[in-house]
């Protein structure tokens, strides 16, 4: 299995942006979804999280401003991002846990990364 990213660029703070990030290969079932990103210089850490029963978790510094969606009919992830600000500058990576074959393992995929710039 992999998964591919889209969506990023340059945008204006204040304006939005959306991610969409698909799973694909023999997939016998997707757990749980997410978005990380990493600034320069900085460490790999969370941004949202999506559960296969939908339940979602927010980092603090995008709560509200941020929403995660998934549509497992077609195996993909969504990151809406509202009222951007310049600190959400970073490669944002997608992330999946995939059942697939022929492995048959639940295993950890990460997305390409895609450059999200947002400025003041």
């Known amino acids: 299995a992999r998964l591919a990213a889209s969506g990023g660029g340059l945008v204006q703070a204040v304006r939005s942006l959306s991610l969409s990030c698909a799973a694909s290969?023999?997939?016998?079932?997707?757990?749980?979804m997410a978005w990380y990103r990493q600034a320069p210089e900085k460490q790999r850490d969370l941004v949202a999280s999506?559960?296969?029963?939908?339940?979602?978790v927010y980092s603090d510094s995008v709560k509200g401003r941020f929403t995660i969606s998934r549509d497992n009919d077609n195996n993909t992830v969504s990151l809406q991002m509202n009222s951007l600000k310049p600190e959400d500058t970073a490669v944002y990576y997608c992330?999946?846990?995939?059942?697939?074959?022929?492995?048959?393992?639940?295993?950890?995929?990460w997305g390409q990364g895609t450059q999200v710039t947002v400025s003041s």
């Open positions: 999506i559960r296969s029963d939908g339940t979602t």
């Open positions: 992330n999946a846990r995939v059942l697939s074959r022929p492995r048959f393992t639940l295993d950890e995929y």
């Open positions: 290969g023999i997939i016998v079932s997707v757990g749980a």
